[in-house]
C-alpha cells in the first residue's frame, strides 16, 4: 500500500529561525514527490517539484531534497517569517493514467514573532 | 492563463439535504479533474478523480457521487447528506500524461452539516 508519513505532526519556531520538516514515502513505481503549502481556509500551493533523477530543488527560501534510495524527502525553510505559518503537505506520485497522488497529513508550522 | 474556480465558498446545510458544490476549470482543455476532501487537521482523501467526460473514477466508497458534464466542469452530489460529510472539499485539476503529475487547487468548500 502506498503511503506518506510526515514529520513532525507539528512545529512553532522563532520568526527568523531555520526549519526542516521530513517526508517518508513507500510509493511505488515512483515518479516525483511534491511539496505544498496550505493557509488555513485555502487551496494548497505547489512549492517544489522531484523527479527521480533530482535531488534537490529550490524555491526562494524553501529548499527540498529528495534520496530515492531512502525514500525521503526534507523541506527546508530559512529564515522563517510570519507568513511561513502554514501547512506543508508532502505528496508522492506513481506512474499511473490520472496521476492519482498520495498525500502525507502534513506538518502545521507556526512562526511566532 | 490557467484558472479553477469553485463555488460556493461555504455552506451549512441540514442533515438529510441534498448537495451540490460546482468546479470548473478555464484556460486549459481535457484536463484530469479530481475531488478531495479535508477533515479538521487531516490530510487530503481523494474522492473522485476524472480523465474524461464522463470517465469517473471513485476512491472510497461514501454518500456523494461525482459527474463532469462538460470537459471543464466537475461537479459534486449528494442526494442526503450525513454529519460526517462535514469538510473542506477541494477540486483540483492536472494536465494529462505529463511526467510530473501537477495538480493546481482550488479555493475549496468549507461545508458543515448540522
Known amino acids: 500500500k502506498n503511503q506518506v508519513e510526515q514529520s513532525p505532526q507539528s512545529l512553532i519556531i522563532l520568526e527568523g529561525k531555520n526549519c526542516t520538516l521530513q517526508c517518508n514515502y513507500t510509493v511505488s513505481p515512483f515518479s516525483n514527490l511534491r511539496w505544498y503549502k496550505q493557509d488555513t481556509g485555502r487551496g494548497p500551493v505547489s512549492l517544489t517539484i522531484m523527479t527521480f533523477s533530482e535531488n534537490t530543488k529550490s524555491n526562494g527560501r524553501y529548499t527540498a531534497t529528495l534520496d530515492a534510495d531512502t525514500k525521503q524527502s526534507s523541506l527546508h525553510i530559512t529564515a522563517s517569517q510570519l507568513s511561513d505559518s502554514a501547512s506543508y503537505i508532502c505528496v508522492v506520485s506513481a506512474y499511473t493514467n490520472a496521476g492519482k497522488s498520495t498525500f502525507g497529513d502534513g506538518t502545521t508550522l507556526t512562526v511566532k514573532p | 492563463s490557467q484558472t479553477i474556480h469553485q463555488w460556493p465558498a461555504t455552506l451549512v446545510q441540514p442533515v438529510g439535504s441534498p448537495l451540490s458544490l460546482e468546479c470548473t476549470v478555464e484556460?486549459?482543455?481535457?484536463?484530469?479533474l479530481y475531488w478531495y476532501r479535508q477533515a479538521a487537521g487531516r490530510g487530503l482523501q481523494l474522492l473522485f478523480y476524472?480523465?474524461?467526460?464522463?470517465?469517473i473514477s471513485s476512491e472510497v466508497p461514501q454518500n456523494l457521487s461525482a459527474s463532469r458534464p462538460q470537459d471543464r466542469q466537475f461537479i459534486l452530489s449528494s442526494k442526503k447528506l450525513l454529519l460526517s460529510d462535514s469538510g473542506f472539499y477541494l477540486c483540483a485539476w492536472g494536465v494529462p500524461g505529463t511526467a510530473t503529475y501537477e495538480q493546481y487547487f482550488g479555493p475549496g468548500t468549507r461545508l458543515t452539516v448540522t
Open positions: 476524472s480523465i474524461g467526460i464522463d470517465q
Open positions: 484556460g486549459t482543455s481535457n484536463p484530469n
